[in-house]
């Protein structure tokens, strides 16, 4: 067989290249399919669980018979605007849909629970006691899918 011509050698080298090169490209570019991790989203979910953890356990330091709404109303007005608060900070972050879908059901809930007292104008120390441990795992599960957005940021 005859000797190859030189143009040979440089077609495979700019094939080497153009195989090589976008691989080394892609393997230095990450793609991002969920918010980065915030540590003030993060401690507005600690903060937003810490006033209804006290909220209840306001109510249910109250005797049964009077755990009238009216009592109770300011502290619902507050602890909605924090739990708003904190819909609003994860809604604006971009591929924060898992968080906001949290947040959203966190609000929610306390709507609901909010409406219930306040049609039957008390509080029971089951439904209380329950729809505490409720919330309680509704936060440690936002502030989980939160803390989950450290991984590979070297936060850990």
């Keep these: 067989m005859g000797k190859r011509p030189r143009f040979h050698y440089c077609w495979t080298f700019i094939r080497v290249i153009l195989v090589i090169l976008p691989l080394l490209i892609i393997s230095g570019c990450g793609i991002r399919l969920i918010a980065a991790y915030d ?4 401690e507005a979910i600690f903060k937003c669980a810490k006033f209804v953890d006290q909220f209840y ?6 005797d049964e018979g009077k755990r009238q709404y009216a009592k109770f109303a300011n502290e619902y007005v507050a602890i909605e605007a924090e739990i708003n608060s904190l819909l609003l900070r994860n809604k604006v972050r971009s591929l924060n849909e898992d968080s906001v879908d949290i947040a ?3 609000l929610n809930l306390w709507k609901k629970y909010r409406g219930r007292h306040k049609n039957r104008d008390t509080y029971s120390t089951g439904n209380a006691e329950l729809d505490r441990k409720r919330f309680e795992r509704m936060f440690a599960y936002a502030a989980r899918a939160e803390g989950a957005k450290k991984i590979g940021e070297g936060d850990e």
Excluded at 39 to 42: F, G, L, Q
Excluded at 57 to 62: F, H, M, V
């Design 57 to 62: 356990g306001g109510l249910l330091e109250a």
């Design 39 to 42: 540590a003030n989203t993060e």
């Design 104 to 106: 959203e059901k966190i």
